[in-house]
């Protein structure tokens, strides 16, 4: 009998069922470590010799070449008592801790709340002004920045060109910058859009400058230049309901509305990717994407 490829098979079994390294250690009364590089190292290498027709005691000597910790005495002495407590390992999971601290959610929870106080200056409803996903054309859009109801957190509204109303919430980076974040679908879907609009060093400014980034028509991830134009201090939601968005063509601009057109709607203005067929996984296929979206 095989007791071995027994070990390895019911280690593996165990550490599917999530079990930890540790607990199995324990079980069989061996050094964490010693276990660790006896099932990483050892006993895959001495099933693939087995499999590759070497008898047990060859197939062996062979695999324990590869570590310095453990003697072909010493495992073999150990074997029984070994197989024993692998066999009788606790197959209960330890519940997980719904309690468990993510330290990039709990940094965002924290700026979320500690932007409500800083975001005085900012507040209002504004229009934006970014390139078409759909044509060469002014894509204008009214979003709104205020404290939400309960004044946790700063919420942010959006209303598209298509009709739909978007709401997210809104953080900033020290006095740097302040993020407006998005999901596009309705939950539990995610569909993320988020814009960092570059905070100027002064109070109550007229333009806010920055980068969207979101997925196109095709799921495409797309960047492209956005600006911000505030139209009034008011944070009322109903008004900001009654704005619509809408979609411009150059011809029917205004001269202010042409100063933005040209400032957002040029080729630079707009970083994107593309999925083409990439066979090779080289250079050239880099470059062919490049020549495609280049068009």
């Known amino acids: 009998m095989d007791e071995l490829r027994q070990i390895y098979e019911r280690i593996s079994y165990l550490r599917a069922k999530g079990i930890k390294m540790k607990d199995i250690a324990e079980s069989t009364q061996m050094v964490?470590?010693?276990?660790?590089?006896?099932?990483?190292?050892?006993?895959?290498?001495?099933?693939?010799?087995r499999d590759k027709g070497m008898d047990m005691d060859d197939a062996l000597d062979a695999s324990l070449v590869w570590v310095n910790n453990i003697s072909k005495k010493k495992l073999l002495n150990m074997l029984p008592?070994?197989?024993?407590?692998?066999?009788?390992?606790?197959?209960?999971?330890?519940?997980?801790?719904?309690?468990?601290?993510?330290?990039?959610?709990?940094?965002?929870?924290?700026?979320?709340?500690?932007?409500?106080?800083?975001?005085?200056?900012?507040?209002?409803?504004?229009?934006?002004?970014?390139?078409?996903?759909?044509?060469?054309?002014?894509?204008?859009?009214?979003?709104?920045?205020?404290?939400?109801?309960?004044g946790n957190y700063i919420e942010v509204?959006?209303?598209?060109?298509?009709?739909?109303?978007?709401?997210?919430?809104?953080?900033?980076?020290?006095?740097?910058?302040?993020?407006?974040?998005f999901n596009e679908k309705e939950k539990p879907q995610m569909a993320l859009?988020?814009?960092?609009?570059?905070?100027?060093?002064?109070?109550?400014?007229?333009?806010?400058?920055?980068?969207?980034?979101?997925?196109?028509?095709?799921?495409?991830?797309?960047?492209?230049?956005?600006l911000f134009v505030k139209v009034s201090d008011k944070v009322s939601r109903s008004e900001f309901l009654k704005i619509k968005g809408e979609v411009k063509t150059e011809?029917?601009?205004?001269?202010?509305?042409?100063?933005?057109?040209?400032?957002?709607?040029q080729k630079e203005d707009v970083i994107r990717m593309c999925a083409i067929p990439a066979p090779q996984m080289n250079e050239q296929d880099l470059i062919l994407e490049k020549k495609i979206l280049s068009i």
């Open 81 to 150: 008592k070994l197989k024993e407590g692998i066999f009788n390992v606790d197959m209960t999971v330890k519940s997980k801790d719904t309690n468990t601290v993510i330290p990039f959610i709990e940094t965002l929870v924290y700026n979320l709340h500690e932007t409500v106080n800083r975001i005085n200056t900012f507040s209002g409803i504004y229009m934006s002004y970014s390139i078409s996903s759909s044509s060469n054309a002014l894509k204008i859009e009214p979003y709104l920045i205020a404290p939400s109801d309960d």
């Open 157 to 181: 509204g959006h209303n598209n060109a298509y009709g739909s109303t978007h709401w997210g919430a809104a953080f900033m980076n020290g006095a740097d910058h302040l993020y407006l974040m």
């Open 251 to 265: 011809d029917k601009l205004s001269d202010i509305e042409k100063a933005y057109f040209h400032y957002t709607c």
């Open 32 to 49: 964490p470590s010693v276990l660790s590089a006896l099932y990483s190292t050892v006993l895959p290498a001495y099933v693939k010799n």
């Open 193 to 226: 859009f988020n814009i960092c609009l570059k905070l100027p060093m002064f109070d109550n400014p007229k333009y806010l400058k920055g980068v969207y980034t979101c997925l196109d028509y095709n799921y495409n991830p797309i960047a492209r230049r956005i």
